[in-house]
């Protein structure tokens, strides 16, 4: 599971001490909401279910899956299903690609959910392994399905845009200078991800 609303709130607490902006922002803004999400493959499933296109599009899809598969599948239900099936779901070639991928990993034991290494940089390496997944999509399960304190999506469009905004940086800094400018603000980096999307777009900032 993801961070909890006390976790979140410790972690920004400390943050707010040690930069002041963090505290005007958090004064302004309140604390985030938690985002949590389900651990295990599924969640996953769904990223990918969900890549490029809008919400209502990903939840249909994940509905004619759920209906096709049963809503406790595993992932050989998946595998022995053939193209035309999982494309009446609303599955794309590249998808099925991707969800065929996840699902054979899965199946062959080689990403376990249940037990991914605990070096956030070797968990992320291991999610890549499955297709169609960039390290964004793995740092996002890490801290919404896992809750780890640290995850720090630097490659992130809100992430990036609302560092700039809470730091008043006169532009949004690249992917490498979010990263690099990060260091700090470690273990709590998580707890900062979630709260800058919180201010990316908040009217109170």
Not at 86 to 109: F, I
């Amino acid at each position: 599971m993801g961070l909890s609303e006390g976790q979140i709130r410790t972690a920004m607490d400390e943050l707010a001490t040690r930069e002041h902006a963090f505290a005007r922002a958090l004064e302004r803004a309140g604390y985030p909401e938690p985002r949590i999400r389900p651990r295990g493959y599924k969640t996953m499933l769904r990223t990918i279910v969900g890549q490029q296109v809008s919400v209502a599009a990903a939840s249909s899809m994940w509905n004619k899956l759920e209906a096709e598969l049963g809503a406790d599948f595993q992932p050989t239900c998946l595998l022995e299903r053939d193209f035309d099936t999982l494309h009446a779901c609303g599955l794309s070639r590249q998808k099925q690609g991707y969800a065929r991928s996840l699902c054979e990993l899965v199946a062959a034991g080689e990403v376990d959910f249940e037990n991914l290494p605990a070096d956030d940089e070797e968990a992320i390496a291991e999610l890549t392994k499955i297709k169609g997944i960039g390290r964004w999509s793995a740092e996002i399960y890490l801290l919404f399905a896992e809750g780890r304190e640290d995850i720090w999506p630097a490659g992130d469009l809100a992430v990036m845009a609302g560092i700039g905004k809470i730091l008043e940086l006169d532009e949004r800094p690249d992917e490498k200078a979010t990263r690099a400018m990060s260091d700090p603000w470690r273990p709590h980096r998580g707890a900062l991800a979630i709260f800058t999307w919180h201010c990316y777009d908040n009217p109170a900032l």
